[in-house]
């Protein structure tokens, strides 16, 4: 049977303040440190009161605007109550029915990777809340210990609408989401740190539901996701679990999954009737938060969707353009170059995004140091004007990562200038004939295709010297 599924993500983003969501104390990752940042309130102790931080308001509001959101008014904290050892109070701040972001959308890119193509994508946002973490519990030698310096992190918990189809289409979306809260600043979102965490839920349509619109009667959620990746294996493992449940006509029981990662499998924790009843009810000692104009952070950095855009609009391929937006240090480096010449765009962008990264990413360094705005444009310009080829540009970086010499002393001591003339380029164009009798039989019975591979036994000759269009016209003209 085909089914359809249905996905929608809870996202914990870890926001990067200063210090913890209700307390002084530093918001600091410290895991060689246990409880080094800890206070009365974030230990749970009676009478400890919240005092409500700021920052992390200003950057959920943030969060809001970014993604076109509603910020309401007013917005409310409310108590989850439920019993766990990291959560020493009893229950935890968060918001239930009034929280500080309504609503938003994040539009992305989803890549084929079989085929290399892409496809817009766009995910709805039901809301995000603000709410403080729990401690963190440590298992070792049979005992458990808590460390309580992530007691009271702030997170903002973004949920989307059930709108994801796949688990591509889910990778892409919070790689997408990861980009936008670094380039807000509001969180490292660094998920070996486990800044930024994810539960899924997931049911499959069959097809009259599918075509109807309506969603199945049951979903799962799986909690306990720290990466990308993770995600799109647990996602994967519930298509797969609920599509042999719904084949053998068992309905999938609704329930909450726990996502083991050395197992590359979900367990089941708990089901409907044993769900969780958190009580929630409104936090008595915070009072209602009134959010006004002068509250609301004003100038926004440009999103990476606005980013990716722009350089699409200048003929970029896509591939070329996410490189841009995902490493602002090139996104900067190539913007330098545009005010330099901006008639070079396409050139510059895949000298950059192919060319500098293969030589950085070899030699471990990073790509923006190899070559600056004025060289880079200067190889685009001997490349534009047909002075060096494609070998010369990968030439002229490679060398230039442990070199202090300009552009054109590498040009000139490497001999990198193409040869034009067609007297020198005449003779490697004979050899190649000569020497490849076979192939020249096949290009005169039509299969001109194998031209390529002329050309190629010419620029090699000429050690990558010669000029790849000239020759190819010199052969064809021999040839004809
Ligand atoms: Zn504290």
Redesign the pocket.
Known sequence: MTYYPVIGLEIHVQLNTK??L????LNEYAPNDPNK???????GQPGALPVLNKEAVLKAITFGKAVGATIPKQTRWDRKNYFYPDLPTGYQISQYDNPIVEGGQIDFYIEDKKSGEFTPGSVELTRAHLESDAAKLLHSNGKTYVD?NR??APLVEIVTEPVIHSSVEAMAFVNELQLLVRRLGISDADMDKGQMRFDCNVSLQNEEQHTAGTLPDYRTETKNINSVRSLGRAIEYEISRQSKLLDEGTRPTQETRGWKDDLNRSESQRSKEDAMDYRYFPEPDLQILEIDESNMPTDLPKLPSVEREEYLSLGLNLQAANTLVNQPALGKLFASTQAINPKLTKTVANLITSNIIGVATKKEVAPETILNAQEIIEVASLFAEEKISNQGVAKIVEIKVDSSDTVEQIVVKNNLLQVTDDGALAGFVDDAINNNPSVVEEYKSGKVQVIGFLVGQCMKASKGQGNPKRFSELLREKLA
């Open positions: 210090t913890k209700f307390c002084h104390c940042n800890i206070c009365p309130f974030c230990t309580f007691s009271g």
